[in-house]
């Protein structure tokens, strides 16, 4: 079947199998920053923002998304750089795999509560599991990004 | 592997209805359950432009199309004020956000799974579902029918007075639950819904009076002796039958307490 939507901003038309989930797809169209990571749901690291909203592009049809917008972190770059820094400097990572997912998280979490609390912080990223590190050094790093726009004060 | 031959977009309720009919299809709700599963579907039927993803509140109800996602319920501020958060309660550690943003209504009823927080907390209001083409029945009614091939189209709230409460125990923040419990006083009638035992969950009423003066320390406690004595339970990867018989005990006290205030 035939779809066309828009990926990062550009329309993008494709053949494809009705089984193609969003995740083959974008990859297949250069956005290699999504990432496979479970495949069932469990881990975070395909999560894309449809029509804004971040959803896990392994369990969601490519069909689905026909007629809609994606994004990838490929289309977020600079919204992303505000912050990634401050997380880098905590050495949150260790192999960076779980990073873009838990990014296009973050972007969506500040999108939608530009002020979260740690607690809030923890809730909205639940999602996205990381195997290298305690995520602490993740949630410091955020929390230091929000101080330095002065925001309040936690950790 | 799931693997999909045709995908469709129903246009009308009827033209899905009829879609399903075959031993080979299914609807579409977030496709999370669905794709764990190992089926060869020759069609997969998505209601996504049926208008069925919204919450639309009146003075008497809450009703809620199939396709609403967990997500929006959990941000819904009239049916948590209802609720007093216990909607929010239930759903907020159902693994993440992205999870919940593409996890349906329909499709965690349909399912009738035996660990549902969403079912859980749904079995302690005063609930009906809307099928196509049976029409409306209670929730636990349909809770316990079998499944066929109708569709779920709707969840419909009465917002009949009440008070409601909400408690889970999960090994882990994001996984499965162990033991699910709900409380709630709606239009004067106490319920206590105890799922996730790992079978469906089943519903408490005080049928010997243990709340009639209301709830204090000692009649929740007795009540939770109750509930340990009837409700079955069972063993599984998660927790032994009596693991979860203790858990009876003390969610279903700290349910109720929360519910006296
Ligand atoms: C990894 C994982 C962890 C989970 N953890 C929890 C948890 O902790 N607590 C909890 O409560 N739940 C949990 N769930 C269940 C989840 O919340 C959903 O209930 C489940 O995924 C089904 O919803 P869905 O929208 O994905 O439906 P689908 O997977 O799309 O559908 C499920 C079934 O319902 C049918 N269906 C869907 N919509 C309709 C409709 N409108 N009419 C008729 N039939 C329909 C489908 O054909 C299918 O048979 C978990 C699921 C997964 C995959
Ligand atoms: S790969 Fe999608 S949630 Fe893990
Ligand atoms: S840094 Fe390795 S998975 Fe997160």
């Not at chain 2, 349909?142 to 709707?154: D, T």
């Not at chain 2, 709606?186 to 206590?192: N, P």
Request: aromatic share 6%; net charge neutral.
């Amino acid at each position: 079947m035939e779809i066309e939507l828009k990926l990062n901003g550009k329309t993008v038309t494709d053949h494809i199998e009705a089984d193609t989930v969003l995740l083959d797809f974008v990859r297949a169209h250069g956005c290699l920053s999504v990432k496979r990571g479970c495949e069932t749901a469990n881990c975070g690291l395909c999560t894309v923002l449809l029509d804004g909203v971040p959803v896990l592009s392994c369990s969601t049809l490519a069909a689905r998304a026909n007629g809609r917008s994606v994004t990838t972190l490929e289309g977020l770059q600079e919204e992303a750089a505000d912050f990634v820094g401050f997380i880098a400097d905590q050495g949150a990572e260790q192999c960076g795999f779980c990073n873009p997912g838990f990014v296009m998280n973050t972007i969506a979490l500040l999108r939608e509560n530009p002020d979260p609390t740690d607690d809030e912080i923890r809730q909205y990223l639940a999602g996205n599991l990381c195997r290298c590190s305690g995520y602490e050094g993740q949630l410091r790093g955020i929390r230091n990004y929000l101080n330095s726009r002065g925001a309040r004060h936690e950790v | 592997m799931l693997t999909i031959k045709n995908y469709v977009r129903a246009q009308s309720l009827e033209e899905a209805y009829a879609l399903n009919q075959s031993r080979r299809s299914k609807i579409l709700g977030g496709m999370l359950w669905l794709k764990m599963s190992d089926l060869r579907l020759q069609t997969a039927i998505d209601l996504c432009d049926l208008g069925l993803d919204t919450i639309e509140e009146t003075d008497e109800c809450f009703s809620i199309g199939c396709m609403t996602s967990l997500r929006s319920l959990e941000k819904h501020e009239g049916l948590n004020a209802y609720t007093g958060g216990a909607v929010r309660a239930a759903v907020r550690d159902i693994v993440g956000v992205q999870f919940r943003n593409c996890a349906t209504v329909g499709g965690s009823l349909f399912g009738r799974f035996g660990f549902s927080d969403v079912l859980t907390v749904l079995l302690s209001m005063d609930c009906l579902v809307e099928l196509y083409p049976e029409g409306l029945v209670s929730l636990k009614e349909f809770a316990a029918m079998k499944r066929n091939n109708s569709i779920l189209v709707r969840l419909v709230i009465r917002k009949t007075p009440g008070k409601f409460s909400y408690q889970a125990m999960r090994a882990q923040k994001t996984d499965f639950p162990v033991l699910t419990c709900a409380a709630s006083c709606v239009a004067g009638e106490y319920r206590v819904v105890l799922g996730a035992r790992p079978m469906k969950a089943m519903v408490l009423r005080d049928e010997q009076g243990i709340l009639k003066q209301g709830i204090c320390e000692e009649s929740a406690k007795a009540f939770a002796d109750f509930a340990t004595s009837v409700t079955p339970t069972g063993s599984n990867i998660r927790g032994s039958a009596a693991y979860r018989t203790h858990l009876v005990r003390v969610l279903t006290r700290r349910a109720l307490q929360e519910l006296g205030g």
